[in-house]
């Protein structure tokens, strides 16, 4: 019997023996300890998360005192949940996004996209063009991630597959993105001088030091806050 045939044997009687069979007895369940541990408690979650914004030595010793914690999320009120690896990623912590990747955390859309990872964009949107709108952790769209990231050809996937961009020009601002702002302000259907937390993006450019930035937002007309 040649090792094709013993593969086909298998695989047609093996679907006819499985046919019966529930997923959950292909799955070996954990041992009966591991069914017994406590859950994580809430505030040491929800600090988590929130110092995963931040602060990435909290972060690293929470993760070296409970490792488990590293996929957990808090519900910030009516179903907006996060985890420290999606507040990482709305803040363009990608330190803080490395370490938690480095201890076993699940990486999503929102962080590839902050982090510039545009093969793994562009095959999400081949599988489902919709990934585009979906809203991350407090409804902050994913253009908003990829302006943190800089990659203008990842924000030019988005835009084609229908992304929300509410804030992406702020989000390239903030981290100091020329090529991105210049591609946002020919592409950006809002009001460009719109402000976020008071402040318009020639404000936030001015106020994060950017000076080519406010530069070229002056010449393109965009508005600094007077008084």
Known sequence: MTETTTRRGFFSTGAVALAGVSLSTLIEAPPIEAQRKPAIGADLVKEF??????????TMELVAEVPNIVNA??????GDWETALGAASHVGRKDIADFLLANK???????AAMQGEADIIKASLAVDPGVAR?????????LFHAGLGGNVEIAKMLKEN???DDGALHAAVWFGHLPMTKWLLDHDTQDLNVKRRKMTALDLAIKEGHTEIADFLKVRGLEETKG
């Open 49 to 58: 998360v929130g110092k995963a914004h931040g602060n990435l030595e909290r």
């Open 73 to 78: 999320s808090w519900d910030w009120g009516n």
């Open 105 to 111: 955390a699940r990486k999503d859309v929102f962080c």
């Open 162 to 164: 229908g992304a929300h």
């Open 134 to 142: 979906l809203p991350g952790p407090h409804r902050i769209t994913l």
